[in-house]
């Protein structure tokens, strides 16, 4: 059974940092593109950002690019998102997802498996 547990979320004045962190296991990680999406009160679910199993490859939503950073360890299991100069609209709960395989399209929610159960963000003004 696959398991994805965040943690790293917090409270963070607007222009702070946080990383957050995605621990895995139930099935080989290191085969599968990995991703952060996040849900703000009264909204859906959004994409963050994505990363491909060698890490090679990242993808980010526009909102983000140039403030997060998506990385991973293959050989901890690990995902990370560090967040730097956040706002208080990226105030949310934040999901680790982890998508099928052949997955083409990371910004769509029904590509994804796995999810984990979320780690909330602040960001104060």
């Known amino acids: 059974q696959v398991q994805l547990v965040e943690s790293g979320g917090g409270l963070v004045q607007a222009g702070g940092s946080l990383r957050l962190s995605c621990a895995a296991s139930?099935?080989?990680?290191?085969?599968?593109?990995m991703g952060w999406f996040r849900q703000a009160p009264g909204k859906e679910r959004e994409f963050v950002a994505a990363?491909?199993?060698?890490?090679?490859?990242?993808y980010y939503a526009d909102s983000v690019k140039g403030r997060f950073t998506i990385s991973r360890d293959n050989a901890k299991n690990t995902m990370y998102l560090q967040m730097n100069s956040l706002k208080p609209e990226d105030t949310a709960v934040y999901y680790c997802?982890?998508?099928?395989?052949?997955?083409?399209?990371?910004?769509?929610?029904?590509?994804?498996?796995?999810w984990g159960q979320g780690t909330q963000v602040t960001v104060s003004s």
């Open positions: 990363i491909s199993w060698s890490g090679n490859r990242r």
């Open positions: 139930g099935r080989t990680f290191s085969s599968y593109l």
């Open positions: 997802a982890q998508y099928s395989l052949g997955t083409t399209k990371v910004e769509l929610t029904t590509t994804i498996d796995y």
